[in-house]
C-alpha cells in the first residue's frame, strides 16, 4: 500500500536577506543584450552532412594544408568523381 506523501511548501524568496557580497543583479550590471553574428542558415543548401571514416595520415595530410582541409578533401573527391565519370572504367577496383 503507498503512504500519501505531504506537499511541502515553497520557498519564501522574498524572505531570504540579501547578501552585500552576492546582491541581485540589475539591468545596469547586466548591459545591453549582445546579439552574436554568425553565418546563419544557408539560403540554398547545397551540401549534406554526412560522416566518413579516413586512414588517420590522408586525415593528416589535409589537416596539414591548413584551413578548409573538408574543402580540400571535397575538391578531391569531386575531382576523382568526374574523371571516372568522363573515363570508361572496366567496373573492377584496383589491387
Do not use: C
Not at 49 to 57: H, V, Y
Request: proline share 7%.
Amino acid at each position: 500500500m503507498k503512504h500519501a506523501t505531504a506537499l511541502k511548501k515553497p520557498k519564501n524568496i522574498a524572505a531570504k536577506v540579501a547578501d552585500a557580497d552576492n546582491p541581485p543583479w540589475s539591468e545596469e550590471m547586466l548591459g545591453s543584450p549582445v546579439r552574436k553574428k554568425g553565418r546563419g542558415p544557408q539560403r540554398t543548401p547545397t551540401k549534406v552532412s554526412t560522416t566518413i571514416r579516413l586512414d588517420a595520415d590522408v586525415l593528416a595530410f589535409f589537416r596539414a594544408r591548413g584551413r578548409g582541409y573538408q574543402t580540400h578533401i571535397n575538391d578531391a573527391l569531386r575531382q576523382v568523381a568526374k574523371r571516372g565519370l568522363t573515363t570508361r572504367s572496366s567496373g573492377r577496383r584496383p589491387a
